[in-house]
């Protein structure tokens, strides 16, 4: 089975999927509350498409078992999905440009650390919530009616997330 | 100093504020990703005000020392602004009903716990994030340009919280 490398999560490297959700001193950020909280201001692009309305909700993610094999990805044509860990636990994002169809030779695999969420951009393809180690609950934004708006493709070939990659990863 | 009782926080106790993101069982929930997630589904009322777009930022906040008297209240009348912790920590929250002044008699204090959120509805008077024994990061999803949306007013009593019924909130 091809395997997929996975990369530490950075905002440059997840550009073309959408944005790293995380206080990071090289963003804008400034302080507020008379100086007892400093702001990192304005993260991610949420989008909530068309008519569309913007909600929170919260993700009670199961682990997944390692070796994990990629055998589908699916997609939000009308808005953007953003999460982010309330647990501190790392947990992995599948993700590929957004198409009518998967270019699998583009598919990348991130481990974010627990201090990290993602937003994914409308339309880009990503495997569902992949969290490690324990229960792990996680604050999604996306759009109203998630059930309209959810596109799966299955891939013609299975990807192993190569685990000595993510092994290394796991360290950083 | 007036003393100012501090309530463990509930979706109910918190209702004339907003409301409060938590993996409520009682909520609306059901399985997504093939039943490897349950979904706690729209937690709050996400209100950007008229024209304006919601945003997600990360504030990083320094923990209050206690005892703490509340001096002062802030509104954002043009929109919500809703508050998740990171850390897993409890926090505070201070809360007044909307309106072009603060009824005293009104002011309440909750004890939030580490999987507790709030989402302050527009123009709920409320006091500036307090953070708890050590800095902590809260996911922030609120209204653009905060800078024209916030009003502050000076309480013409300090109040003290009630350290008494917090350390009883506390072991909840």
Known sequence: MTKLFVEALSRSAF????????????????????????????????????DGRLIVSIFRAQPRNLPLSIAMLERHPKGSQAFMPL?????????????DSIDSGRIRAFLAHGQ????????????????LQAESDFLVIDRDDPASNCEECTLAQHLLLDTESFAGAMTC
Do not use: C, K, M, Y
Request: proline share 12%; hydrophobic share 40%.
């Open 116 to 131: 990290q969420g993602i937003n994914f951009a409308p339309g880009v393809w990503h495997h569902p919530l992949l969290a």
């Open 87 to 99: 647990s501190g636990r790392p947990f992995l994002v599948v993700a590929a440009p957004p198409g």
């Open 15 to 50: 550009a073309p999927f959408g944005e790293v959700i995380e206080a990071d001193p090289q963003q804008t950020r400034f302080a507020v509350n008379a100086g007892t909280s400093q702001r990192f201001h304005d993260l991610a692009r949420l989008d909530p498409g068309t």
